[in-house]
Nanobody
């Protein structure tokens, strides 16, 4: 059974940084496409970043240059490094892999 457990969210001031973690079990992140999505109140869930088995990465235009997705194969964990955070980055962040496995989410709040 595939399980994804996110952590690392919290309250941060604008301009600050956070690193989210997604610990996976039942699947090897090395061979999977792993994604980070986010959903803000009243908005649709949106793709933030993705990493393929070949280590290709893709980012939403709104986070390019500020967020970095990576993985640690030994820890079977995927990360989302978030820098220069803005209030509009406030959302519940989810880890996802195919076909339809989701974590429970971790809340990120950017506010002064």
């Amino acid at each position: 059974q595939v399980q994804l457990v996110e952590s690392g969210g919290g309250l941060v001031q604008p301009g600050g940084s956070l690193r989210l973690s997604c610990a996976a079990s039942g699947i090897s992140v090395r061979f999977a496409v792993m994604d980070w999505y986010r959903q803000a109140p009243g908005k649709q869930r949106e793709l933030v970043a993705a990493i393929t088995s070949g280590s290709s990465t893709n980012y939403a235009d709104s986070v390019k240059g500020r967020f970095t997705i990576s993985r640690d194969n030994a820890k079977n964990t995927v990360y989302l490094e978030m820098n220069s955070l803005k209030p509009e980055d406030t959302a519940l962040y989810f880890c996802h892999t195919f076909p339809t496995y989701w974590g429970q989410g971790t809340q990120v709040t950017v506010s002064s």
